[in-house]
């Protein structure tokens, strides 16, 4: 038996900021609106000619500089995006291509925000079972290219970047309990009309915008996040009090607040950085474990718990001795 033990980590985020101040002059709103209701005061936004792949490529090389590892010796890549470069080929591979690796497959994963634990739990899944070996896990998004700018429900919200792990297949019993412990996702596709985008390929022929019912998924996001952790604690015999951290999606600091007093998590014990970051959808976790790991809140053989909601509805939840 194998078990993915987390080598590195990388994040990436694009050099503009737009700070609440920067959106009063854009849509209607305010900075005391925006920080009461979501604890959002700035975001990153890609630059012009700055694609999705750009941003991905620099947190991989940056999580394979941590863990010590060339790209060569990487033999599978998944990308979580609802942002790709293109409709296809998928970014994985221009990813892939630009590490300069020839070996192995890359593909992308669309899970909107909770595309990071997807791709994670399937890269797991081929590391566990010899399929692979060595992966880049990356969550990757621009979704400034997605929003529309007159919205103030939604333009105030989201922000762009990217954050990626490097896992590594290890035999159980030399792995001392590190790696992924487990994973659990989820999705109802009755409440898909509640977060999505307004275009497609095959029905419109357009990009489209982000469209969101915010208090649907706030309500939605409350109730499953919470129902996915007591999950995932009953399913390996864990009590909240053995979860060093909580590393949750970034999307809105009550929704964050809320998942850790179910928990009893004092708020030292959460990782937020929405405050800074803005939700980044799929990149918002990898995004926060690169911080948490850079300043030293998170070591080895600390338990870390993260979650996420995302449209579809999707969620899901990954637990990991990092």
């Not at 333009?155 to 590190?178: M, T, Y």
């Not at 996702?185 to 999505?196: E, N, P, T």
């Amino acid at each position: 038996m194998f078990r993915s033990v987390v080598r590195g980590c990388g994040a990436y985020l694009p050099a503009k900021t737009l700070t609440n101040a920067d959106m009063e002059k854009l849509v209607e709103t305010t900075d005391d609106w925006i920080v009461q209701r979501t604890g959002i005061r700035e975001r990153h936004i890609a630059a012009d000619g700055e694609n999705t792949s750009d941003l991905a490529l620099i947190a991989a090389q940056r999580a394979l500089d941590q863990a010590g590892i060339a790209a060569a010796d990487i033999d599978l890549i998944v990308l979580a995006t609802s942002t790709p470069d293109q409709t296809f080929p998928a970014t994985a591979v221009r990813i892939q291509q630009a590490l300069g690796m020839t070996n192995g497959a890359a593909f992308d994963v669309q899970a909107v925000c909770s595309g990071f634990v997807y791709a994670l739990a399937t890269a797991d899944n081929f590391l566990r079972v010899g399929q692979a070996r060595r992966a880049l896990v990356i969550g990757a998004e621009t979704f400034s290219r997605i929003l529309d700018w007159e919205d103030r429900g939604t333009c105030v919200l989201f922000g762009d970047g990217a954050g990626a792990l490097v896992i590594e297949a290890v035999n159980e019993a030399e792995a001392g309990g590190r790696g992924i412990i487990s994973t659990h996702l989820h999705s109802d596709g009755r409440f898909q009309d509640i977060l999505y985008v307004d275009g497609g390929v095959s029905s419109t022929g357009t990009v489209g915008k982000l469209r969101m019912n915010g208090k649907e998924v706030f309500k939605h996001a409350v109730q499953r996040l919470a129902e996915v952790v007591v999950e995932t604690l009953a399913a390996n015999n864990l009590n909240s009090s053995d979860i060093d951290w909580l590393v949750p999606h970034q999307a809105n600091q009550r929704i964050i607040d809320s998942t850790g007093r179910k928990l009893g998590l004092s708020s030292d014990r959460v990782v937020s950085t929405i405050a800074r970051h803005g939700n980044t959808s799929a990149a918002s976790i990898p995004l926060a474990l690169a911080e948490a790991v850079g300043d030293g809140r998170i070591k080895q053989g600390d338990l870390v718990l993260t979650e996420a909601m995302g449209g579809g509805l999707t969620w899901g939840a990954a637990l990991i001795r990092w």
